[in-house]
């Protein structure tokens, strides 16, 4: 080893970043998905490929059970210490971030001091993921169901293990709950070299074909002469009006759109890579420079996404970072053409392939020349000349015997979740333990339950349910408390993982014979949002009413009442949401609230709805949900003045979805009404109110063309 020379390492370090914290988690299940943006309608399934419309088609997500979603995050950002671990060599340096779904945060090319990711300054966590909390920048890992994954702010394990080449390698792990699956991905750089090797490995040890998803999604920064290649001369176009179509590339509709910039809304570029094919996609500036991405042909698909130049990406660019930063785009690979379909993966078998990330300088000329199969030509013989593909292939090859090294060090700790499923079903995993160790507060009921038969109290409010096919069966099995057998809430589960298997009328009656112990305010609001399923407006605000009336402390095991008034207003011993006393109850009336108000505005309660709010401590009413809330409310109430006087003083919906509405439909619902005064809403008077009051900068998170207000 010559003297400039550095050995290969993996270290941990901590990084500083201005980050908001990701808070507590929602305490009410997630019977029904958060919006998904992408999807699509049988009809235009049809016109698809078949093999690709039979795997949009395969077991999409019904909810994001058993995980719970994660909307407890605000946009107050402090200097936070994060636990870091660094994989570094004479070339690049990788900063890895395993407390945040194993997020590649930063990749260095050294001998440049080039940056080849897109690096956010800051930690803001935004509603992108399946149960929410998600956030930009870096490489991730998507791994579940159509969307970001729900790991994406959460632990992985972590740990050293052998590579391939005799040095080191991270390796990170985790039990995906969606679909009930082991994964690793292994992490290294061999002595010397421009790519850092990424092997991944996904398991089913089922004795079923389950359906997977990934995606690799590598956020690369913006510019006006960036360009994304890839070996593709059309691609699936997925825009946000819920559409599919094939279009050539580079440019369609009169725009190159390989260039992020040209296009105005956001959208997707699903490239169609023939078949025989290298596998790559590279980002490379108006030098010729930037980061390319490779793999083994496994993971086959290839895909832009673009936020568009127009006023709601751009806005979406400034929510997530810091006012100032450069903006970026994502370009992506996953299993299959597009992310709107999922593949199954046979009882007892595994996906793995390798993927290489590294820097790429290609001749200027021909990568923004007019020629486009050129400029791919050039992009790939450079390429093959830094990683040939036979090359990448032997290392993947070298790879494999390797991911069933067992760690040796643990660098970070995961879930306790993937050790539960271990002690149940007895699997074998090698390469990736689920220590007995890692198992805590939340899964000791349903331990207990495998071990016993039956689920233990826990002190309410109800924790999280499993939904599994075998917890589901134990829960049939377990003593019920109507039975007086039982002394844990086993209808309420029982109710929640027969909900997840599609039996909403079993469901309902497990839930309501939960109520014959005593009301509580988790099982009440199941019945609520079955209820709206059901189109039962009226019984769904009763029941949501119902559950907010339950004092603090109803439960199985507990005395009614027994937390008092002052607990059920959340001014118990506590610090914020999360305190020990009172805390879990306040975040179980904030998150009912949330619900509630639409439920009573859908059925004609206005007045109803408005005590909801001002129930709600002052602090938590001042946050930007339940100002939209409140504007909502007043407006329903007639008084679209006062409405308007919220939007003018301002505020910010710290949860807003990608994809949501409402801020743009709120807003020219109270300029219309405004505009007509006593009068009728006529075509006209909407048109006028479009005129007269656009919508303000602060508030335009569109991500498609304005098309009036849904009624």
Partial sequence: MSEDTV???????????????????????????????????????????????????????????????????????????????VIENDRLRATVLPGLGGRVHSLLHKPTGRELLYRNPVLQPAAFALNGAWFSGGIEWNIGATGHTTLSCAPMHAARVPAPDGGEMLRLWEWERLRDLPFQVDLWLPDGSDFLYVGVRVRNPHDRTVPVYWWSNIAVPEGERTRVLAPADAAWHYGYERSLRRVPVPESDGVDRSYPLRGDFPADYFYDVPDGERRWIASLDEDGQGLVQTSTDLLRGRKLFLWGSGAGGRRWQEWLTEPGTGGYAEIQAGLARTQLEHVPLAAGEEFAWLEAYGPLAADPAAVHGDDWTAACAEAAGRLETALPRAGLDAVYAAWR??????PKESLATGSGWGALEVERGGYELPGTPFEAATLGAEQQPWLNLLHTGALPATPPPAGPSLVGPHWRDLL??????????????????????QWHAGDRAQAVRSWERSLRVGPTPWALRCLAVAETEAGETS??????????????????????????????????????DGGAVGGAWELLRIALAREAVPALLADGRTEDAAAVLARLRPDVRERGRFQLLHAQVLLAQGDAASARAVFDRGFEVDDLREGDESLDATWHAIAERLTAGDGPLTEDVRARARAEHPLPARYEYRIRPAIGRQS
């Fill in 539 to 576: 019984r769904a605000a009763d029941r949501y009413l119902e559950a907010l009336g339950c004092p603090a402390g109803t439960g199985p095991g507990t005395e009614s009442g027994a937390g008092g008034e002052g607990a059920g207003d959340g001014r118990g011993e506590q610090t914020g």
């Fill in 476 to 497: 049939e099995a377990a003593p019920s408390d109507v039975q007086g057998g039982g002394d844990g809430d086993v209808d309420y589960h029982l109710g929640v993982a």
């Fill in 7 to 85: 050995a290969t390492s993996v270290r941990r370090t901590t990084l500083t970043l201005p980050a908001a914290q990701i808070g507590p988690d929602n305490p009410l299940p997630a019977l029904c998905p958060l919006d998904e943006t992408h999807s699509i309608d049988d009809r235009a399934r049809a016109g698809l490929p078949s093999a690709m419309a039979r795997q949009i088609g395969y077991e999409p997500l019904r909810s994001v059970l058993p995980v719970r979603l994660r909307d407890g995050y605000r946009r107050e950002r402090t200097p936070t210490d994060l636990d870091a671990i």
């Fill in 401 to 406: 015997p390797y991911a069933d090294a067992e």
